[in-house]
């Protein structure tokens, strides 16, 4: 480990490594190693791609409320006809709706805010 860290310790005070690293302002984006580029996705990419996106997260919700609302009608129908085993059904289906519902919101949302952020502005 002592060696890793001497390597390091080697490199960072290396003066040639620092002057690799330096900045010259003659050079577009201010200089350094690392080009001055702003990632940006094509305009053209930009429309379908979040219509794309908000259809998935759109039927992707309808059919979590669509799973819940058959959840609610099984647990309904086995309570009303004394069928446990039906009623136990309908609330896992309720449980597992809401839990779908809130991974797809999340999932969409995390999608859509790191699309946001390569567009560049």
Partial sequence: MS???ETLNNVAADPHWQLLAADDPKKDGGGGPV????PALPAEVNNPVKQILGWTAGLGLAG?????????????VGHNTERAQL?????????????????????SALVLSFYNMTKGG
């Fill in 3 to 5: 060696q890793i860290l």
């Fill in 35 to 38: 080009p001055g580029v702003v």
């Fill in 64 to 76: 979590a409320v669509l799973g819940g609302l058959l959840g609610w009608a099984f647990v309904a």
């Fill in 87 to 107: 009623a136990a059904r309908g609330k896992q289906g309720v449980l597992w709706s809401l839990i779908g519902a809130g991974g797809i919101g999340v999932t």
